[in-house]
């Protein structure tokens, strides 16, 4: 049973369009981060969610932004995807007590055209 | 600033062998180190997490090793079968009880049958 789940798995945008990726989880974890991951790259921490507290990556485009309206679900709002924004983007979970093992979800491929 | 790197970046072997993937890190501080497998074009399946307070973790033909003083952990594979053929990465979190990792840019492995 798939336990983080984004949608779409593949997503087309045409230069300059917003787009928004969706990340739900079943696990009931309080934290949710998003990564970004070119091609042939290790992924990149953008930023995560501490319940409702938003924390940035210092180097994080402002072009990324997330909400995130409850614990279940959380969203990548990409305001002007440029070419260089193609790439997978994977949503993961953790939990802040006890176990602390991340778990990811099967990602979306983001192309732009 | 922790930094992790993975060799080989890509290994080829007969179905049957026993093999190692090699994961180091820079700064040994720290909190737990986590092996993943990526099969292309989509996400991460955790495979071991490792506490900084154990040196080994196991699970059915997987065993991962941690050695902090040295920086380095291991991934043991017995018996490979052409369905372990994927990238493994080893990634280490920047803070503890978050998840915000550090991967290494992964090995690509290829069981041949």
């Known amino acids: 049973d798939a336990m983080v789940i984004q949608n779409p798995r593949y997503q087309v945008t045409q230069f300059g369009k917003p787009v928004t990726l969706s990340c739900s989880q079943t696990?009931?974890?309080?934290?949710m981060y998003w990564y970004q991951q070119k091609s042939s790259q290790a992924p990149k921490l953008l930023f995560h969610y501490y319940d409702k507290d938003f924390n940035n990556e210092a180097d994080t485009p402002d072009n990324f932004q997330s909400r995130r309206p409850n614990t279940s679900f959380c969203f990548l709002d990409i305001r002007s995807p440029g070419l260089g924004d193609a790439a997978m983007y994977l949503c993961a979970t953790s939990s802040i007590t006890g176990y602390t093992e991340a778990f990811f979800g099967q990602g979306t491929r983001l192309t732009v055209v | 600033k922790q930094e992790v790197t993975q060799i080989p970046a890509a290994l080829s072997v007969p179905e049957g062998e026993n093999l190692v993937l090699n994961c180091s890190f820079t700064?040994?501080?720290?909190?737990?180190l986590q092996w993943f497998r990526q099969d292309p074009g989509k996400g991460l399946t955790s495979l071991l997490l490792?506490?900084?307070?154990?040196r080994e973790q196991t699970s059915g033909r997987l065993n991962a090793s941690l050695d902090k003083s040295s920086g380095r952990s291991t991934l043991y594979i017995a018996a490979s079968q052409p369905g372990d053929s994927a990238t493994y990465l080893c990634a280490v979190p920047l803070s503890p009880g978050f998840q915000k990792l550090v991967f290494g840019t992964g090995t690509r492995l290829l069981v041949s049958p």
């Open positions: 490792i506490q900084s307070s154990q």
């Open positions: 700064d040994s501080a720290i909190y737990n």
């Open positions: 696990l009931n974890h309080n934290v």
